[in-house]
T-cell receptor, first 115, second 113 residues
Framework: AQTVTQSQPEMSVQEAETVTLSCTYD???????LFWYKQPPSRQMILVIR??????QNATENRFSVNFQKAAKSFSLKISDSQLGDAAMYFC????????????FGKGTKLSVKP | ETGVTQTPRHLVMGMTNKKSLKCEQH?????MYWYKQSAKKPLELMFV???????ENNSVPSRFSPECPNSSHLFLHLHTLQPEDSALYLC????????????FGSGTQLSVL
């Protein structure tokens, strides 16, 4: 069975600085997708970034980028120029390549941003 | 993006009550999901509906009963719940295909007394 591990329950970053959130996963599949979701106090989970395992290039969305290491099964999220609005729970998630593969989530990392 | 709406936002119920959670999506998606989010645990997938047919039921107790009358609406009927069922219940939808992302609602915070 696939598993997703986020080893940092809490992280803190100074405003305008850069922070990296860790995620590792375990799978025997070669075709899959990885996601980072953000859950602010409003509780709605919002997609931050998505990576297709067959693509070697790391996904980037504005200030958010990933370091995808397929062999190491590692998928870290880097947030550059951190803003107060980035404070939230961040969840790493895995989805198998089939159309009915369901999202498997890690336990989350709570990110605090200090002004 | 607020295409998935959940009501009520908060719910307090006794163990003998019957209540229902409602989810509505306005995104034209063909798959809908119920997740349970408890403190310090990963999100747990409860039910998946694809084209209004239930395709997954992750060993959820029968006191939780889902209903999907059409592709835009999803309900979770609750009866004789236990205090350990207190959690945030999240609804999500997607266009079912490879690697498609899920869109979530803001959840119903449920407290069982």
């Amino acid at each position: 069975a696939q598993t997703v591990t986020q080893s940092q329950p809490e992280m803190s970053v100074q405003e305008a600085e850069t922070v990296t959130l860790s995620c590792t996963y375990d799978t025997s599949e070669s075709d899959y997708y990885l996601f980072w979701y953000k859950q602010p106090p409003s509780r709605q989970m919002i997609l931050v970034i998505r990576q297709e395992a067959y693509k070697q290039q790391n996904a980037t969305e504005n200030r958010f980028s990933v370091n995808f290491q397929k062999a190491a099964k590692s998928f870290s999220l880097k947030i550059s120029d951190s803003q107060l609005g980035d404070a939230a729970m961040y969840f790493c998630a895995y989805k198998g390549g089939g159309s009915q593969g369901n999202l498997i989530f890690g336990k989350g990392t709570k990110l605090s941003v200090k002004p | 993006e607020t295409g998935v709406t959940q009501t009520p936002r908060h719910l307090v119920m006794g163990m003998t009550n019957k209540k229902s959670l409602k989810c509505e999506q306005h995104l034209g998606h063909n798959a809908m999901y119920w997740y349970k989010q408890s403190a310090k645990k990963p999100l747990e997938l409860m039910f998946v509906y694809s084209l209004e047919e239930r395709v997954e039921n992750n060993s959820v107790p029968s006191r939780f009963s889902p209903e999907c009358p059409n592709s835009s609406h999803l309900f979770l009927h609750l009866h004789t719940l236990q205090p350990e069922d207190s959690a945030l219940y999240l609804c999500a939808s997607s266009q079912e295909s490879r690697g498609e992302k899920l869109f979530f609602g803001s959840g119903t915070q449920l407290s069982v007394l």
